[in-house]
């Protein structure tokens, strides 16, 4: 996975939207429409009542409108009320596949708790925001100079390893990517390599989808030691009957309505194998399934990656 695909994972979506948003009212004539589009150089802004979005006017609608007479009538008569949208709290890579399964240019971004218009997102706010996070990234990772091992120089043992322990429920997608970015915030502050710290989170973050889409939910562990980062997840769901099918990207046997939430790609399992080192999935039906993931710190990895080259 590339620093770009990797990041997709980490931000959330009221980091990279667009906070000011042209809006009309229902009661907005049709024929002020052109000026506000042309005016302010878009090509379609949601409607909204009291805060609360309600539909979509666009370009289209406004061209339909004239070739159908332009009869005088609110723009409530011509919008769109079907609207597709997103929670500011969700995960970036939410509207990444939203905006590809859907489409569309942008989709309006709604606050989970008071339902209230709060941004929009487009492909061009996820270019931008990536490149912003990018260059702050890479200054981070010069003045942090921090290695993944100082943890465990202090400390005189055989074997030392530090446990976090998540629990996810689930069918919860209000809390889908809570336990990948508190693991996420803790090696970072622990002082671990962003690369590192970086697939930890991704592979944490699609196997805690997968727990929430497919089981009652499960428990994500991950040992930390001086060389390695194992993650085990744990589920008494209803088990993987063909697991190598299931490491096919695109296969999925998400429902419907879970797909229409932005979820259940079929991409799970296969971006974890690309975050991991090494990854072993044992599942049985009807009992349950173990995914086990081991990630090198960075310089165990390149140390790694050198000796293969040198056997090549």
């Known amino acids: 996975m590339t620093k770009t695909q990797e990041m997709v994972y980490e931000l959330l979506v009221r980091e990279v939207m667009t906070k000011e948003v042209i809006t009309v009212m229902p009661s907005t004539p049709m024929r002020d429409l052109r000026e506000i589009l042309r005016v302010n150089r878009i090509s379609g802004t949601p409607v909204v009542e009291d805060g609360r979005l309600i539909g979509i006017i666009s370009i289209e609608d406004f061209i339909n409108w004239l070739s159908e007479g332009g009869t005088e009538c609110p723009v409530a008569d011509r919008m769109t009320r079907d609207v597709r949208t997103i929670y500011d709290d969700e995960q970036l890579v939410q509207a990444v596949n939203k905006l590809e399964r859907l489409g569309v240019g942008r989709l309006p971004v709604v606050g989970r708790d008071t339902g209230h218009l709060v941004g929009v997102i487009t492909k061009g706010d996820i270019i931008g925001g990536l490149l912003r996070h990018l260059d702050v990234d890479h200054r981070d990772a010069e003045m942090r100079g921090a290695r993944s091992s100082h943890l465990f120089e202090d400390i005189q043992a055989d074997r030392a390893a530090l446990k976090l322990e998540y ?141 293969a080259q040198a056997r090549a």
């Open 167 to 307: 629990q996810v429920r689930g069918g919860d997608f209000s809390r889908g990517g809570a336990s990948a970015c508190k693991l996420k915030t803790t090696l970072l502050r622990l002082g671990l390599d962003p690369q590192t710290t970086r697939r930890a989170a991704v592979a944490t973050y699609e196997a805690e989808m997968n727990l929430i889409v497919f089981t009652e939910g499960g428990r994500i562990t991950v040992e930390l030691g001086p060389e390695m980062m194992r993650l085990a997840v744990e589920d008494n769901g209803p088990g993987i009957p063909d697991i190598e099918q299931a490491m096919q990207p695109g296969f999925s046997t998400a429902p419907d309505w879970v797909r229409e939430l932005g979820f259940g790609a079929g991409m799970g399992l296969p971006n974890i194998k690309k975050c991991a080192d090494r990854m072993r999935v044992d599942s049985t039906v009807g009992k349950g399934t173990r995914l086990e993931v081991e990630i090198l710190m960075e310089q165990q990895g390149e140390a790694e990656r050198d000796r």
